[in-house]
């Protein structure tokens, strides 16, 4: 089907972008400007895809980033942006440094008239379908993160995707876990880094069976797993795990000691490998060190970051089940016998 542009009005509630979609709206001025100018030209536009609510209401689930440059210069208050000024356009230069309300009216009302192909997944559709849709079309493109994608794509599957959503979003904000997830880096944590630790935390401590190599592939299949109910997840019980772990690690090593170290310093970002091996090792140990001083176990983890053996299971080419196993049975030795 086609539709106006004028139709994706968010003020006609015909169309519904997401917030978690929103925030990842991240087209340059240049970019949204070329769009426009092309639309102009009457040049070929991508379809967009939507899917169709209970209510026939259609969600956006691929288009973000031409649907949210269109409205934010036709009407950029249903999105709560700033207007968008032109600049950059080449082929038609008299565009630049004009708003939509600067246009004549001709060229006004060719924007709001053009149309645009639209693939509508109707609502009967099964929720893996729609699920499967969105992550295919996601994977691999230049806009979205791998847990950007993964986040977006959980609400596919309905009030159990959003559920499970909401789960991973409320521990990433857990205090301590917090504290110890501060030193990854800044870029990683503007992808959903924060949240994909959370979700890794939860695959290396249950589906370490599903790794073969690809972190993002494991973690697609974990989450997917438990969403379909092919593996039991008792959130409960998870949750109860999670805090325990990032408890103790505050507790008893310190919020530091998922870092790599230089002597008795810690240097540098949080490496993923290290959080694993770590957070699992406390995990399996957690009986045996509630009682351990935590001088006593800083000092056990500053020495195994520091060693030849976990060293090799951490560094290039670490990425295996065996090397995966091998680091996690190092960090919960170390702790056990400190």
């Known amino acids: 089907m086609y539709c106006l542009l004028s139709s994706l009005f968010h003020s006609n509630k015909e169309l519904i972008i997401q917030p978690e979609y929103q925030r990842l709206f991240r087209w340059s001025t240049q970019q949204k400007s070329h769009l426009i100018e ?23 689930i691929d288009g973000l980033q031409r649907t949210s440059s269109v409205l934010q210069f036709i009407d950029p208050n249903s999105i709560e942006l700033d207007p968008l000024i032109l600049e950059g356009c080449t082929l038609i230069t008299a565009l630049n440094g004009m708003r939509f309300e600067a246009l004549p009216l001709s060229l006004r009302l ?40 993964r986040n977006c794509s959980v609400r596919m599957i309905g009030e159990k995707g959003a559920e499970f ?10 205090r301590n876990f917090a504290a110890c997830a501060e030193y990854l880096p800044q870029p990683e944590k ?19 069976d599903l790794f073969r190599g690809s972190i993002s ?14 593996r039991v997840f008792d ?61 006593v176990l800083r000092a056990a983890i500053t020495a195994l970051v520091q060693s030849d ?3 090799a299971v951490t560094g290039p080419g670490a990425n295996s089940r065996e090397k995966l196993q091998t680091r996690i049975q190092l960090a919960t030795d170390a702790l056990l016998a400190a």
């Open 110 to 149: 060719s924007l709001k008239r053009s149309a645009i192909r639209t693939v509508v997944i109707k609502k009967q559709s099964k929720a893996f379908l729609q699920y499967e849709m969105f992550k295919r079309l996601n994977t691999g493109g230049a806009n979205l993160e791998p847990q950007e994608i």
């Open 235 to 295: 959130v409960q019980a998870e949750q109860q795990a999670f805090q325990e772990v990032f408890r103790l690690a505050v507790e008893k090593p310190g919020h530091t000691a998922f870092l790599r170290y230089r002597g008795d310093e810690p240097v540098g970002a949080l490496p993923p490998a290290y959080f694993e091996a770590i957070s699992i090792g406390i995990f399996n140990a957690q009986g045996a060190i509630q009682q351990k001083d935590p001088a």
């Open 38 to 60: 092309s639309i102009l030209l009457e040049l070929p536009i991508p379809q967009i895809f939507t899917i169709e609510n209970q209510d026939g209401v259609l969600e956006l």
């Open 309 to 311: 053996e976990f060293r």
């Open 217 to 230: 592939d494991w973690l697609d299949n974990f989450m997917e797993d438990v969403l379909l109910e092919r």
């Open 165 to 174: 959503y909401s789960f991973i979003v409320a521990l990433s904000r857990d």
């Open 190 to 208: 503007e992808k959903k880094g924060i949240e994909e630790l959370v979700l890794r935390f939860f695959a290396t401590k249950n589906a370490r």
